[in-house]
């Protein structure tokens, strides 16, 4: 089995990256690059002249990684090379599809984005410019979105004459409300970065190049949580927000129940007792 390094250090602290061409067919030569810092995989959106707009072999190759994250990852951090997160949608390969291409496409958006948001590991998106179209859906995808304060959001499809295709209409909702996402498509309007803030497309607000730093200080807190918490945030609670109330509460027991009979919950909760463990804000 041939094994290949994808390293790309731009400071000390990462580390190389061994990974199999079995687990990423094709990444190395695709404009994604990856990198391993500790238990975080950093996959970096790299094509930063077409401003990273999102062809199919970049939205297979995510599908790719986020079904084979390997076990010692724990989280990933998904940012972008260059002054833009991503142009949306490669627009240059949309041209000549019919109705019957076009779902199948979409259903491969959604495929693709579904591992991200439902795959083995939180996710952070690390974001600078324009997050647009098919960017912000990506985007949206994410557990965690870090905003630098150049980040912009837009819905370009309505100027476009097209819908969203990869989720967004799911997605987008969730985070700011329907009428804002409709508002968006309508008026083709641009959200700066400090109201995408007000209004919860991002969670952090950071200086313009300290959004990666941050993303990192984030998904290292997210590698110290217990796997099953986190697996309860990604899996469990998207469901129970959705549910009946009656059938909410019942999942909810049933998670609580089970993570507090983990032994990693008992031993964090005996630290906690014996005055080991850090006390909330420390
Ligand atoms: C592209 C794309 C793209 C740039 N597909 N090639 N998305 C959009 O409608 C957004 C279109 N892009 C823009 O509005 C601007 O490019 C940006 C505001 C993002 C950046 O502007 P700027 O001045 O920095 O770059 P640029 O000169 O416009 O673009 C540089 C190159 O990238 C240029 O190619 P070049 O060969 O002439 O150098 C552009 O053509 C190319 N480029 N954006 C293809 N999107 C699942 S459905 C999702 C549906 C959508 O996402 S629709 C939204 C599409």
């Known amino acids: 089995m041939t094994v290949f390094c994808l390293a790309f250090i731009n400071y000390c602290r990462l580390s190389f990256f061994m990974i199999t061409e079995e687990q990423f067919p094709n990444a190395q030569t695709s404009s994604l690059q990856l ?16 401003r990273n707009a999102l062809n199919d072999d970049t939205v297979l190759n995510i599908e790719k990684i ?9 989280c990933a951090v998904i940012c972008a090379e ?5 142009a949306g949608l490669d627009l240059s390969e949309l041209v000549e599809r019919d109705a019957i291409q076009g779902m199948y496409h ?4 959604h495929r693709a984005l579904d591992k991200v948001q439902f795959g083995t590991v939180p996710v952070v998106a690390v974001l600078q410019g324009a997050c647009v179209g098919g960017g912000l859906e990506l985007a949206s995808a994410c557990h965690i979105r870090v905003a630098e304060l150049s980040a912009f959001y837009a819905l370009p499809e309505g100027q476009r004459g097209i819908f969203v295709g990869g989720g967004a209409s ?21 959200i700066a970065a400090e109201e995408g803030h007000m209004i919860g497309i991002s969670q952090y607000l950071t200086e313009e190049g300290k959004g990666l730093e941050k993303g990192l200080e984030i998904a290292a807190k997210i590698c110290g949580n ?3 918490t986190n ?13 009946a109330q009656d059938q909410a ?15 990693e919950a008992k031993q964090r909760m005996k630290q906690f007792l014996d005055g080991k463990a850090k006390k909330v804000g420390e």
């Open 66 to 74: 986020f079904s084979n994250i390997p076990d010692e990852i724990k």
């Open 106 to 109: 979409s259903r491969m958006w």
């Open 35 to 50: 990198q391993r810092l500790d238990n975080i995989l950093i996959v970096k959106l790299y094509r930063p002249e077409k």
């Open 231 to 243: 697996y309860a945030l990604m899996h469990v609670l998207p469901r129970i927000t959705e549910a």
């Open 249 to 263: 509460l019942i999942m909810e027991s049933l998670i609580a129940a089970i993570t507090s009979d983990s032994t």
């Open 170 to 190: 799911v997605r987008l909702p969730k985070l700011i409300g329907m009428a804002r996402m409709a508002d968006m498509m309508f008026t083709g309007r641009v």
């Open 82 to 86: 260059g002054k833009h997160f991503s």
């Open 226 to 228: 217990a796997s099953i």
